[in-house]
């Protein structure tokens, strides 16, 4: 199982940037897939999940609700996120991560099986 996080980079506030995280190794009909942060000097925090339902139940995090989009394109084993009006408050490693579900369940799960490298966003003037 492997999974891979790109995209990150430097964006001015208000700008937008798109995650990937490429994987392989498993099944996303038992599988949800998690985005997730870190700031310096602060916890891990989950930014947005979806799950392994056909109807792809996507869930987030109030600060990032109506600015970032998480979508799966199980064609190429890939899950993005879309970050759009970004803010100095979102600069953290971005990290991607697999979670065990039932077959094709709507929610997400509390734990994580399996994650990625980090990709740095910094989002500054």
């Known amino acids: 199982v492997q999974l891979q996080a790109y995209g990150g980079g430097l964006v001015q506030p208000g700008g937008s940037l798109r995650l990937s995280c490429v994987t392989s190794g498993f099944n996303f009909d038992y599988y949800a897939i998690g985005w997730f942060r870190q700031a310096p000097g602060k916890e891990r925090e989950g930014v947005a999940c979806i799950s392994s339902s056909a109807d792809d139940n996507t869930y987030y995090t109030e600060s990032v609700k109506g600015r970032f989009t998480i979508s799966r394109d199980k064609a190429k084993s890939t899950v993005y996120l879309q970050m759009n009006s970004l803010k100095t408050e979102d600069t953290a490693t971005y990290y991607c991560?697999?979670?065990?579900?039932?077959?094709?369940?709507?929610?997400?799960?509390?734990?994580?099986?399996?994650w990625g490298q980090g990709t740095q966003v910094t989002v500054s003037s």
């Open positions: 991560a697999a979670g065990r579900t039932l077959y094709s369940s709507s929610y997400c799960p509390r734990v994580y099986d399996y």
